[in-house]
């Protein structure tokens, strides 16, 4: 499903560059539910970002389900994204003035969907994370777990083939945090390949493969057994 | 623009957003509102100072001679010309068709006028009946000489109401009186006034023909004084008068053999030339008031762009977002443009309309001298409605450009 080979990416500041990935190479297979370690600063999220089209990378290759991601305008970036990936933020990254329902149906907007099909799309996702009581209302009236229900609801919206997730669980207490990964663990059972960015141990624990990325370099990467979320709840 | 969904989309941003969207639309609705409240004054004023001068004015033609200052076919300069009674009936006969009032006028010099013990100095003049329609004359008693009294030679004057006064005091009725000019008897047969007041009422009116006569005068004539048959309009009836003193020019140059670049042989005083310096700064009344309402527009587009700017900045976050999710640049430039144009144009009809109502209902209360009937006509208000729906596409534009182009992930990183 994704495929990077050599990849490079550094940061100008002025004069100085700060050399983030140093040679990333790294496959994901469909149906995977991985999780990219780190300590802070260790590239992650600059790696995810790369993933996910919203930042390029210097060198190296990048192939998304058999599509070669390279010299990209900005049109076709938007086009991929929409089609590919569904994003979850760590501060989910909600329209503040659409309620749940149409935040939700806005990837569906992009998409070209009648605004009918898009109610009705976007109404059965919320129902898929448990919020369909919740529709209408705006993000400030929902909790934080809430909030990133409807993130996912959201990414899941436009049927990406991956899902890319940076720290969901980042501005969460542990119990909220554990419903999530259940969330997520419930999407991947379904088929969907997805990885998180996390720091926290406890939700790799709960993936099915660990990426482990110390400046710049992938020093570890094992598959490990899925700590189902379910049994911490 | 005719995208549904579109349509929807800003429809819900303006719901949710209504604070920006009523101070956007503020700057604009007052903008047009100002520019089209000033236009109608600056038309209000030109009606007004238009119609006062409608009042006053005759689109008289005065054509008076003077002396050469050119040689011309072995004649020195310094030639007094002389205008002729022929030269007037050559006139009037080739533009019979053209000309509304003719005269000609002999002037008598001196005119000593007595009566009794009574006695003073005049203008004294004779002139055709027209003459009475030429200065706007109106008569108190009697009647004006006529052209009865033109053809019999009559020793009649119509005096004016100064001279009434001085030589009659107010005792007499003076129609039937005799006075006398240079030592000869004239009967009075009226008294005229004249909206020009005491000074153009202290003159005498006799027949040409009798005054060339009396007088010595053989048929020599001072001015010529002719206006034209009314035109539909203002511009047609100066080209007009424009091109009928151009021809008197040059047919009396040619009949008294004065070169054709000679410009001070023959002068014609047009009245409406004079007049079309007045319109000429209405005009400039006019630009004036488009140039404060076009700066008044530019001050709105600058407002509604820094507006723009603002919420594009406000929105940096939410851009970044809707990329993330698959929103095209094009489609982000569409949603603020889109968004600034529907605001400004729905707004800048709200000026256009509260403006047109404060014309149309408070402009006829203002009757002052000066200003009459303020308003706007469709054209202007027409090109007002271009006006902001280009101003609110130039306001959208750059902030939209400028969103367009912020990357998702420089947006998705702002606070
Ligand atoms: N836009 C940027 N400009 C400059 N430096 C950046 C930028 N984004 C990230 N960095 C730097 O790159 C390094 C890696 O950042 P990041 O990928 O966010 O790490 P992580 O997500 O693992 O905490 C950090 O040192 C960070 O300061
Ligand atoms: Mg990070």
Redesign the interface.
């Given at each position: 499903m994704i495929e990077i080979k050599d990849l490079h990416k550094s940061y100008k500041m002025g004069s100085n560059s700060l050399h983030v990935l140093k040679g990333i190479n790294f496959s994901v297979a469909e149906g995977e539910l991985v999780s990219i370690m780190g300590s802070s600063g260790s590239g992650k999220s600059t790696l995810l970002n790369i993933l996910g089209m919203l930042d390029e990378a210097d060198e190296g290759s990048y192939t998304l389900d058999g599509v070669a991601i390279k010299n990209l305008n900005e049109k076709i970036a938007a086009r991929y994204r929409n089609k590919f990936l569904g994003f979850i933020f760590q501060s989910f990254n909600l329209i503040s003035y659409k309620n749940a329902l149409d935040n939700v149906a806005l990837p569906l907007y992009y998409q070209g969907v009648k605004r009918g099909e898009r109610i009705d799309k976007a109404m059965s996702y919320l129902e898929k994370v448990g919020l369909a009581d919740w529709a209408g209302h705006l993000p400030n009236e929902l909790s934080g777990g809430q909030k990133q229900r409807v993130a996912i609801a959201r990414a899941l919206a436009s049927d990406p083939k991956v899902l890319l997730a940076d720290e969901p669980t980042g501005a969460l207490d542990s119990k909220t945090s554990y419903d999530v990964m259940n969330l997520i663990q419930e999407i991947n059972d379904e088929g969907r390949t997805i990885l998180v960015v996390t720091h926290e141990p406890d939700i790799a624990a709960m993936t099915k493969r660990i990426v482990n990325l110390k400046d710049g370099r992938i020093i570890q990467d094992t598959q490990v057994n899925q700590v189902r979320a379910q049994q911490n709840v | 623009m005719f995208d549904l969904?579109r349509w929807?989309?800003i429809f819900?941003?303006i719901r949710?957003?209504k604070l920006r969207t009523f101070l956007t639309g503020l700057s604009v609705a007052s903008g047009i509102f100002i520019l089209v409240v000033l236009l109608g004054i600056g038309e209000g004023m030109r009606n007004g100072i238009s119609q006062e001068f409608k009042r006053d004015a005759a689109n008289i033609m005065y054509v008076y001679t003077g002396v050469t200052s050119k040689e011309y076919k072995g004649l020195n300069p310094g030639r007094r010309i002389q205008m002729k009674n022929e030269d007037f009936n050559y006139t009037t006969l080739k533009y019979q068709d053209d000309l509304e009032y003719k005269s000609s006028i002999y002037r008598i010099w001196n005119g000593i006028v007595n009566y009794g013990k009574e006695s003073g100095s005049y203008r004294v003049e004779g002139v055709y009946p027209d003459y009475q329609f030429l200065e706007n004359s109106g008569m108190i008693e009697g009647r004006f000489v006529n052209y009865k009294d033109h053809e019999n030679f009559e020793k009649v004057v119509v005096v004016g109401n100064k001279v009434r006064n001085d030589l009659f005091k107010d005792s007499k009725d003076p129609i039937g009186e005799y006075v006398q000019i240079s030592g000869v008897n004239f009967k009075v047969v009226g008294v005229f006034t004249d909206p020009g007041g005491e000074r153009e009422e202290s003159r005498v009116f006799m027949p040409i023909s009798t005054a060339q006569r009396v007088f010595g005068g053989s048929n020599n004539i001072a001015n010529m004084a002719f206006t034209l048959e009314p035109e539909d309009n203002f511009e047609a009836a100066l080209a007009a008068s424009n091109r009928f003193s151009e021809a008197i020019k040059n047919q009396l140059k040619e009949t008294h053999t004065i070169a054709p670049d000679d410009e001070s042989a023959i002068s014609i005083n047009n009245s409406l030339e004079n007049a079309k310096r007045f319109f000429d700064l209405m005009d400039m009344i006019k630009f004036f008031f488009w140039g404060v309402g076009i700066c008044t527009i530019i001050a709105g587009v600058v407002g509604v762009s820094n507006i723009m700017l603002i919420i594009v900045k406000e929105r940096t976050?939410?851009i970044?977002?809707?990329?993330?999710?698959?929103?095209?640049?094009?489609?982000i430039v569409g949603m603020v443009l889109h968004e600034s144009i529907f605001v400004t144009a729905i707004a800048g009809f709200i000026g256009l309309i509260a403006s047109l109502l404060l014309l149309e209902f408070v402009g006829p209360l203002i009757e002052t001298q000066y200003i009459s009937n303020p308003a706007v006509n469709f054209n202007v208000a027409l090109t007002t409605v271009f006006i902001l729906v280009l101003a609110g596409a130039i306001a959208g534009f750059f902030p939209a450009w400028r969103a367009?182009r912020i990357?998702?992930?420089v947006a998705?990183r702002d606070e």
């Open positions: - | 969904e929807e989309e819900e941003t949710k957003n976050r939410e970044g977002i809707r990329k993330a999710l698959g929103a095209e640049p094009l489609s367009a990357k998702p992930i998705l």
